[in-house]
């Protein structure tokens, strides 16, 4: 065979980290997914677009990892690997890196001081005129008021802006304890965190309970518990008050954040 009519290739370093680039965060996308821990970065209402960019993910993929060895001739001249390109690089390897290395740690009853309680202490700054009330009719026909994920916000802002009218209804729901400033020995604050578009926006919201055990429960325990809503005095205002029936300790939910849906 004439010597002229072999290809020569040639490896193509560039190529190769943006092969590897991709293949890293292709990886991340499929850990997260398939172990169900894509919330805890994302809102849900986004899971199925994150899920296509790891679709899309594949052809580029594909698309890299084909041109690591390329015929010598589509080089250009004195082409060469240029040490400046590092740091181009830099800033995906070091997000992979840190992906990997740093546990998928939730957001803790440690931080809620730092959040700031958007509880019974910070209603939205709206008439009740201005503010939409979707589950104020189901609410109002109920004895009993049972506090899911999906309607975590709108049953809290209820609570918070229009007591009197749940005065007397029980309320069922989970939450972490946390402790605010300003309370008596049986009282604590039931807390979940919300979610807007991703964790880094993530505001504590709770409401005020009251138990004669209360004082046995540490910051950051997961609660079940069930009471009657009363009112309060606290901080210079009147603010929902659970008393409590029943409380159960419980596992952390594997997905410990509520998303609002505005």
Known sequence: MNR???????????????????????????????????????NPQFSSLTQITCYLLFPMFISQAATIFRPIYTFKAHHGYNHNLIWIYAPFIFVLGLSFAVPSNTLNANLVNAKGLNSQLSAPVVTQYEYPRPLAAKLHNLQSIEVTDPDYTEIMSELALYPNDYINKELIMTGFVFNPPGITNNQFSLVRYVIVC?????????????????????????????????????????????????????????????????
Do not use: M
């Open 4 to 42: 002229r009519s072999r290809k020569r290739y040639r490896f193509d370093f560039d190529a190769f980290i943006r092969a590897l680039i991709l293949a890293g965060f292709i990886c991340l996308f499929i850990w997260l997914i398939k172990t169900q821990q894509l919330s805890l970065y994302v």
């Open 198 to 262: 991703c964790p880094s926006d993530a505001l504590p919201y709770g409401v005020l309970c009251e138990d004669k055990s209360a004082n046995k429960y540490k910051d950051g325990t997961w609660l079940s518990i069930k009471g009657i809503i009363k009112q309060t005095h606290f901080d210079g205002g009147v603010v929902p008050l659970i008393k409590i029936s029943s409380s159960q300790p419980v596992k952390e939910p594997k997905n410990p954040y509520v998303f609002s849906p505005h």
